[in-house]
């Protein structure tokens, strides 16, 4: 069964920090794997889409890291502000037109003063 | 720099009534879906459509219905809704594989 789970499912830091997030994903065929944030009531918002021969990729503070071989992802955040406390949450495609997400239940994030 | 829109954001409704959750995209993108998200939880495809007059289900049961008579527009009705049917429902649309762009949401409260 295609799973994604993401590891921890909340994270409390303060304003400044760094962080680390997780995905863990059991999904064949493997098209791509993205990170979304999700602010509360709202969309989801792309921030990092890699392939299979991608291992990082940037964007800004947010940056992704992928292990095709151990179907392993990370979401790391520089410097914490105060927006980016949401919901952050893994999504692998297995390609084809039906477009196939499968999608982890999020990380909710909270950064405090 | 949403070019997708969804109309309305927040809806109370009473059990029995008809609604129609609205979804616009400016991009002419092709394929368009509708997701359905309880708090907390991850979301699930209901409906998707590959263009005008292609509708399918996805892998969430669901008693809603959908139309593509126009690629811009791609509605989502509930003929009775019920308490069952509170979630939120996100609507998406791509042109190929990467472009994946969401909307706001709607927010449905079925009292």
């Known amino acids: 069964k295609n799973q994604v789970e993401q590891s921890p499912q909340s994270l409390i830091i303060l304003e400044g920090k760094n962080c680390t997030l997780q995905?863990?994903?059991?999904?064949?065929?493997?098209?791509?794997l993205r990170w979304y944030k999700q602010d509360t009531g709202r969309g989801p918002v792309s921030l990092t889409i890699?392939?299979?021969?991608?291992n990082t990729k940037s964007n800004g503070r947010y940056t992704a890291t992928l292990d095709a071989d151990t179907k392993q992802s990370s979401l790391h955040i520089t410097a914490s502000q105060l927006s980016d406390s949401a919901s952050y949450i893994c999504?692998?495609?297995?390609?084809?037109?039906?477009?196939?997400?499968?999608f982890g239940k999020g990380t909710k994030l909270s950064v405090k003063p | 720099e949403a070019d997708i829109y969804q109309t309305p954001r927040y809806l109370v409704i009473g059990t029995g009534k008809k609604i129609t959750l609205e979804c616009s995209q400016t991009?002419?993108?092709?394929?368009m879906y509708w997701y359905q998200q309880d708090p907390g939880m991850e979301l699930h495809l209901i409906h998707y459509s590959y263009g005008v007059n292609s509708t399918e289900k996805g892998d969430l049961s669901s008693e809603s219905t959908v139309s593509r008579i126009r690629t811009e527009h791609f509605p989502l009705t509930l003929e009775s809704a019920r308490p069952s049917h509170t979630s939120q429902y996100l609507c998406a649309s791509r042109m190929h594989d990467y472009g994946y762009t969401f909307g706001s949401g709607t927010r449905l409260t079925v009292v």
């Open positions: 995905c863990n994903y059991t999904v064949s065929p493997f098209s791509n």
């Open positions: 999504v692998v495609s297995s390609g084809g037109s039906q477009g196939n997400l499968i």
């Open positions: 991009m002419g993108h092709d394929k």
């Open positions: 890699m392939t299979f021969s991608e």
